[in-house]
């Protein structure tokens, strides 16, 4: 079966650019969450959506950050304008139950971001 | 707040047994989690405690107590792959979100 498809893996991109960043759930699983880690915050997490619908964004650092989910097999996190600061690597996650279970949640493989 | 401690390194050798402990400050949640990330790779999930008690998945364990604030991560027979980051992470009641601890680098030496 196949996991959790990001996309790209490697994003190099001058400060001020749009980035945009994929994300293909597994499939059947109604909940799918976008994580940052870094070095110094560690992993956290940005924003959750179930049944395609944001639960909780309170995680989205700025207005520059946004995302979507159009149908269940598609996310995307967009960062306008992108800055140096937002050079991290970015983890999606799909589970098939809410977040208040202890199903796995199953990560891609991250997009590495880094703004110059 | 809502926190979670994890030593942040801990070495071991091959064939050990070695437990990575996990304290927390929150005031109620909906269990523990254990997740593996080698370097360079995705987190994968470990474990997971809902209750009190020990959970045994081959080589590795979980534990938590509810009423200590404390769980742990148990890896038996050490071996060199198991060289990774371990977070535990867990989901407040009031909030929903999982949150994770800071991670425990584990280097398993020969």
């Known amino acids: 079966d196949a996991g959790v498809i990001q996309s790209p893996r490697h994003e190099v991109t001058e400060m001020g650019q749009e980035v945009t960043l994929r994300c293909k759930p597994i499939s059947g699983h109604n909940s799918l969450f976008w994580y940052r880690q870094t070095m110094m915050r560690g992993l956290e997490l940005l924003i959750y959506f179930n049944n395609n619908v944001p639960i909780d964004d309170s995680g989205m650092p700025e207005d520059r950050f946004s995302a979507k989910m159009p149908n269940a097999s598609f996310s995307t996190l967009k960062i306008q304008p992108s800055e140096p600061r937002d050079s991290a690597v970015y983890f999606c996650?799909?589970?098939?139950?809410?977040?208040?279970?202890?199903?796995?949640?199953?990560f891609g493989d991250g997009t590495r971001l880094s703004i110059l | 707040g809502q926190s979670l401690e994890q030593p942040s390194e801990v070495t071991a050798v091959e064939g050990a047994i070695v437990q990575i402990n996990c304290t927390y400050q929150?005031?109620?949640?909906?269990?523990l989690s254990w997740y593996q990330q080698h370097d360079g790779g995705a987190p994968t999930f470990l474990s997971y405690?809902?209750?009190?008690g020990l959970e045994e998945t081959g080589r590795f364990s979980s534990f938590l107590s509810r009423s200590d604030s404390y769980g742990y991560l148990l890896l038996q027979e050490l071996q060199m792959k198991d060289s990774a980051s371990y977070f535990c992470a867990a989901i407040p009641s009031n909030t929903g979100k999982l949150i994770f601890g800071q991670g425990t680098t584990l280097q398993v030496k020969p």
């Open positions: 405690n809902a209750l009190d």
């Open positions: 996650a799909s589970s098939d139950s809410g977040t208040r279970s202890g199903q796995p949640q199953h």
């Open positions: 929150t005031s109620g949640f909906y269990g």
